[in-house]
Nanobody
Framework: QLQASGGGLVQAGGSLRLSCAAS????????MGWYRQAPGKQRELVAR???????NYADSVLGRFTISRDNAKNTVYLQMNSLKFEDTAVYYC????????WGQGTQLTVSS
């Protein structure tokens, strides 16, 4: 199970941190990612973190978003800074390989 939380309404330029609690699989050995789906668009991967802590990002969020993980808590985080209107989307976390059920995600709305 993957339970994302922390979304909300924020003004452009603001910051927010998302959390995702994972259960039901061996979290610490899996690469994890944050994905998002904006209205009318396909779901996209915006940030990923390997089981060893290496990270990479989509160009659209590079330098603004930071993904991290706490294996003791089976939780992955997404710190989002300098938010833009186009970041508005439902955010999900999931494995990179062997994607599990998506869950409800958490809605981020950025007002311009």
């Amino acid at each position: 199970q993957l339970q994302a939380s922390g979304g909300g309404l924020v003004q452009a330029g603001g910051s927010l941190r998302l959390s995702c609690a994972a259960s039901g699989f061996a979290f610490s050995i899996n690469d994890m990612g944050w994905y998002r789906q904006a209205p009318g668009k396909q779901r996209e991967l915006v940030a990923r973190i390997t089981n060893g802590g290496n990270t990479n990002y989509a160009d659209s969020v590079l330098g603004r978003f930071t993904i991290s993980r706490d294996n003791a808590k089976n939780t992955v985080y997404l710190q989002m800074n300098s938010l833009k209107f186009e970041d508005t989307a439902v955010y999900y976390c999931n494995k990179i390989v062997g994607v599990r059920s998506w869950g409800q995600g958490t809605q981020l709305t950025v007002s311009s």
